[in-house]
Each structure stands twice: as structure tokens, then as C-alpha cells.
């Protein structure tokens, strides 16, 4: 049986799913999920991500690590964490770029947190031997500071849907119409939040608990972690959920486990979370202005004075990642950090 079949089954045995759980099955189901089975990352796939736009944006990234590492005392060991790597691309480009940084690479233990054997593998090839891998961050070890980038993790974390109807709130469900196909409809739910009529409301509780982990995990051990994803940087409403497949959108529903699956980051209520857990949040920056501010602007020129011949090609690369009618406004950055620490890229401008 196809995932849609066994979703329609589901459906038929035991009610509607949430959305959330909708988008869990999609893309995590062992048999059919779009993680588990088909992640297609790159030009030739789905969907591209920031590493693989340039080079340049994992080597700032590396280059941030290294300083933080200096700001935090120059701890050894230091546990070097990315969630959600996809091919592996932004570690190979970060550990390139801290060569500059021997120290710094003789300390740092570098685990990768990855559930999709696919990407596994994709990792492996690229990284080679000095990497471990974990299936959560609580598998981690402990005891000494992390530095953790995530990038482009919680736009798949699933969330739960609200519309605001006449009667009140009301749960965004996937169910079946009268044909047999999934579709969307509605449940009445008890909400206490103001809103306008039709307003829709998603809250991703998957989102929050990472940021609970995160902030009770570098309250303990100290440290920083760095997020950048698509989202939203003050809360709001709005129906953000969509399906990706060659680079095009569709419906969620036409072919569960075959798209990609994602939501907007909710980086207020994933630094909410955080804080609650007595770790330090900063100021969430776009996507052009941390790359700007940690200095872009002089590697590509560094680049296309190495490379005269993709100058062209690199200023293009430059505009994907920060113009702000590409990636650079839309992707936000946020970091949760440790007392007394001050992350790159976040100062506060005097």
C-alpha cells in the first residue's frame, strides 16, 4: 500500500489527523517518508538550501564557530553539533574554513544529528572518519559547551493548524471527502486568542521542545546555537504550510512522502522556549545582515579576485543569499547562547 493508502486507512479507522501529524507521517514514515525514502536536495532535486547555493555561506558559518569558540574561553573539548545536515555540504565548507583555526579543530567533537539513512550516507561520503552520529541531541554526550548550528531544521518540524471561524476556533484537520481523498476540514477546538475572522494560527509544539532542549542543554553545559531558517520574527498569523517537489509548489495532499514538507519557523516561541529554560536568547537578524555583518561581501570579493572566471557566478551566489528579495530577508537568524556570552554577528550596534 502506498503512504496515501495507508493514510486514507488510518483516516477511516480512527478520525481525522491534526496537521501536525500529517506532516510527521509525510515525512518521517519508515516505509514511504519523504525523509526515510526520497530526500532530494540540489538543483536536480526539490529544493536547495544556503550551503548549496555557495560555498561561502558554510565557510562564514565555520568562520562564526571559530570565534565563538575564542569567546567562550577556548574550551577543549567542545562538542560541534549540526541538526538536520542534509548532504553534509555545510560541515565540509565550516570544518574547511576553520582550518584557519588548528586549535580549535583539535578540540571540537563534531556529531551530526540526522534521522534519514539517505542523508546518512550522504554525509559519510562527504565527511569521512571524525564524525559521530546521533538520531537526537539528547544522545549527544554532555559536559562541555556545544556549538550547534541548525539550518533549515524547524521549517520541518511539524505544526498544528487554527482557523478562526464564526463560531470560534476550530482545528485544521486532514480527513476524506465523500470520493475517498484526503482532504482538509475542520473541529471545533477551545482557543483563547484574539484574532480577526479567518485568521489562522499554527503553533508548532515539535519547535518549542527543541528550543526547550536547546536552552536546558546550553543553560547546563554552556554554549551557543545558531538558526537560520525561513519564518517569522514577530508572532502573527498565516497559512505557511506548503509542499515542494522540483522546485515547485503543490498541495500538501496530492503525494504524501513524495514533497517536501514545511511550515515557518516560529522563532519567537522557539526563543520563548529557550529562555524558559534560563538560557540567554539574541536579537533575531535576517539572513543578509548576520552574513553581512560576519563579512560576505570580502570573501566573494576574496573569491573573484581567486577566481576571475566565476566573478560572474559568485556575485549571483552573493544576491541569492542576501539580497533581500531572495534569501537574505525572508531567512532569519536567531541564536541561543549562554550568560555572559556575546555570539558573533549579534552585537547590539552602538
Not at 517518508?33 to 536536480?44: E, M
Not at 558554510?58 to 548532504?87: F, K, Q, S, T
Not at 518549542?208 to 498569523?237: K, N, Q, T
Not at 535576517?286 to 560576519?294: C, I, P, Y
Request: hydrophobic letters at 45%; glycine letters at 10%.
Amino acid at each position: 500500500m502506498s503512504l496515501r493508502d495507508r493514510l486514507a486507512a488510518q483516516i477511516r479507522a480512527g478520525g481525522p489527523m491534526t496537521v501536525a501529524q500529517y506532516m510527521a507521517a509525510c515525512l518521517h514514515d519508515p516505509l514511504d517518508g519523504y525523509y526515510a525514502t526520497r530526500p532530494a536536495l540540489g538543483a536536480r532535486g526539490d529544493f536547495i538550501t544556503a550551503p548549496l547555493v555557495s560555498q561561502m555561506f558554510g565557510e562564514l558559518i565555520g568562520l562564526w564557530a571559530v570565534e565563538a569558540w575564542e569567546r567562550l574561553g577556548r574550551p577543549d573539548p567542545v562538542r560541534l553539533v549540526e541538526i538536520g545536515p542534509g548532504d553534509g555540504s555545510l560541515m565540509s565548507d565550516l570544518l574547511r574554513a576553520a582550518r584557519l583555526a588548528p586549535a580549535f579543530l583539535a578540540a571540537a567533537d563534531v556529531w551530526l544529528v540526522e534521522i534519514s539513512e539517505p542523508l546518512r550516507r550522504a554525509q559519510r561520503q562527504a565527511l569521512g572518519d571524525g564524525v559521530s552520529w546521533a538520531h537526537a541531541l539528547e544522545e549527544v554526550p554532555g559536559e562541555a559547551p556545544l556549538l550547534l548550528i541548525a539550518n533549515e531544521l524547524l521549517d520541518c518540524l511539524a505544526a498544528r493548524q487554527f482557523v478562526r471561524t464564526e463560531r470560534g476556533w476550530a482545528e485544521r484537520m486532514v480527513g476524506l471527502d465523500d470520493t475517498g481523498a484526503l482532504a482538509f476540514g475542520l473541529t471545533t477546538t477551545p482557543l483563547d486568542r484574539d484574532a480577526p475572522l479567518g485568521a489562522i494560527l499554527e503553533h508548532s509544539p515539535a519547535q518549542e521542545a527543541l528550543g526547550s532542549a536547546l536552552g536546558e542543554r546550553i543553560a547546563r553545559d554552556g554554549g551557543a546555537a545558531l538558526l537560520i531558517d525561513y519564518g517569522r520574527a514577530v508572532p502573527g498569523f498565516g497559512d505557511t504550510l506548503q509542499a515542494l517537489r522540483a522546485h515547485r509548489k503543490e498541495s500538501p495532499l496530492a503525494a504524501p512522502g513524495e514533497a517536501d514538507l514545511t511550515v515557518h519557523a516560529d522563532f519567537p516561541a522557539v526563543l520563548a522556549a529557550a529562555h524558559a529554560r534560563d538560557a540567554q536568547t539574541a536579537h533575531i537578524l535576517t539572513q543578509g545582515e548576520l552574513l553581512v555583518r560576519l563579512g560576505i561581501g570580502s570573501r566573494a570579493e576574496s573569491l573573484a579576485r581567486s577566481r576571475p572566471d566565476k566573478a560572474q557566478e559568485i556575485e549571483r551566489q552573493l544576491e541569492r543569499l542576501v539580497s533581500p528579495d531572495q534569501m537574505g530577508e525572508l531567512f532569519k537568524a536567531a541564536c541561543i547562547h549562554s550568560q555572559g556570552f556575546t555570539p558573533p554577528g549579534f552585537e547590539v550596534p552602538a
